[in-house]
């Protein structure tokens, strides 16, 4: 029988921090303090699913300095 479930491609901490041009630091202090890309747990283990970090380097793009982005026009 075969399965319709996707499995995701989740990376490491250190990875994801690679993929951003970051450090494991800022990505730990941004899941402290809710910010930053989706996170998976599993167990201790912190996980990056890669298109939750494509999605979050999207939301990202600004075409200028005086442009927020899609979550400041919301307010």
């Known amino acids: 029988m075969a399965s319709n479930i996707t499995t995701p ?3 490491n901490e250190y ?3 690679a993929i951003l041009g970051l450090s494991v630091a800022t990505l730990r202090r941004w899941r402290w303090a809710g910010k ?9 283990a912190v996980r990056y699913d890669a298109a939750d970090l494509a999605a979050f380097i999207e939301a990202g793009r600004r075409a200028s300095t005086t442009n927020h982005g899609p979550e400041a026009a919301a307010r």
């Open 9 to 11: 491609s989740l990376v």
């Open 15 to 17: 990875q994801a921090a």
């Open 36 to 44: 930053g890309p989706r996170f998976v747990k599993l167990g201790a």
